[in-house]
């Protein structure tokens, strides 16, 4: 079925522009290149940090890594929520930026600083709250639950820094400035991993030395981030109502987007959770690398919504599809190549996390399903940064709900009751990811998603 929806979607992007072949060359390829290598150097800090972290907390032993799942999936889910400040903000600079109203430009990176100053307070304050009742929630017991309530308390204190920083480098991205997120997140990351080695090993502070440092890292990336909000030119940087409310409103879109893919995964560390350490420590190291290799592709996705954001917004419409067609393309060859590498490597990356055979032997169960997804996603991910960078995010959000909610929910849930174990979560994964394809492919396909101007309301 996987296999069958890739190839359905590759023939019809293709006969959208006959005569030339998937990866000949293209007038688009500098730029893309162009936003996409700073792209994807800024967002695989964070999962090359996170597997860093996982690293170095799996060798202090199997309870903390599984701690660290179920710490780490809500901090995670928190955080992907409000990725709207990210998309949202992106979306509008970039449409502004291509209409030459760059002023407007930064009136709205104000708006983001306020709305991210705002909930992230909001959002530190409820985690540390009812950190225990949320491990609870997401399935931890007895001693890995406190271990994970714990680092979810102290980590919840550099929420409201990083939510600045979703904000910044969405108006960032939007101007075409992929460099200065490149910087600061990588200085911010490499500061992050030092500080773990120090009060993990150094002072001998475990696991609550894990989330020591992480929050110590993001003030000072916070920091950085308002920086380069408040540079912006704009005439005045007060809250301004009806500019909020429009973030808003496209922001909530998003986290019904976002929150629905969330759901599923946190279903998945549910379901594994009560399945065993050893199942959930597995899918642990499958989720960060899913990270990871989403995070590359969401490079090229990043170079589409801003590319799209662009050029609609300087009313160029057909400029606007042939690089999203462009980017499809290398986004299903990046995908393929993936698919390959994890396969070729099937025996050698989970030794790098934990040497608990009970936890190998459940990564190998997964890991074919884990390589199978990656063409589907790649794709995906294109498709997604496409109708992001064109303001389509209504569509988004219900196609993403049906997705999640009609598709991989059940077939977890069935996991739960028939006893699948990593398995069957994993298929749900792939039945989720094809559901996606289908439903942004068809949407792309039909063009209803071009809109031209400066706004795409």
Known sequence: MA????????????????????????PYDREILRLAVP??????????????????????GTPQLAALALAASVLGAV?????????????????????????????????????????????????????????????????????????????????PCALVALAAQGYLRGVGDLRSPLVVVVVANIINIGLELLFVYGFGWGLDGSAAGTVLAQLGMGAAFAAHLLRAPAPSRRPRRALLVRLARMGGHI???????????????????????????????????????ALVLAAIAIAGQVLVGRMLGAGDAESAMAAARRMCAWALAAGCAMALGLLALRDVVPHAFTSDPQVLARADELWPLFALMQPIGALVFALDGILLGAGDTR??????????????????????????????????????????????????????WVVLGASAA
């Open 3 to 26: 296999a069958l929806a890739a190839e359905t979607a590759i023939r019809a992007l293709r006969r959208l522009k006959p005569g030339r072949g998937a990866l000949s060359c293209s």
């Open 255 to 293: 986290v019904v987007r976002t929150g629905s893919l969330l759901l599923a995964f946190v279903i998945a560390g549910a379901v594994l959770a009560r399945q065993g350490a050893d199942s959930l420590g597995a899918h642990q190291i499958a989720f960060q690398l899913v990270i990871i290799l």
């Open 39 to 60: 792209a994807l150097g800024a967002l695989a800090a964070e999962p090359l940090y996170l597997l860093a972290d996982t690293a170095i907390v799996g060798h202090l």
């Open 395 to 448: 569509y988004l959000a219900w196609a993403m709900a049906l997705s999640s909610l009609g598709v991989f929910v059940p077939i977890a849930l069935l996991s739960l009751h028939d006893d699948w174990g990593v398995r069957g979560v994993w298929w749900g994964i792939n039945a989720l990811m094809v559901a996606r394809l289908l439903t942004i492919g068809t949407r792309f396909l039909g063009r209803r």
């Open 79 to 159: 955080v992907s929520l409000c990725n709207f400040l990210t998309y949202g903000t992106t979306a509008q600079v970039a449409r502004l930026h291509g209409a030459g109203e760059d002023e407007r430009a930064g009136v709205i990176a104000a708006q983001a600083l306020w709305l991210a100053l705002g909930i992230g307070v909001v959002l530190a304050a409820t985690v540390a709250a009812l950190a225990a009742p949320l491990m609870q929630l997401v399935g931890g017991e007895g001693h890995v639950a406190d271990l994970a309530a714990r680092y979810l308390r102290i980590s919840a204190l550099g929420l």
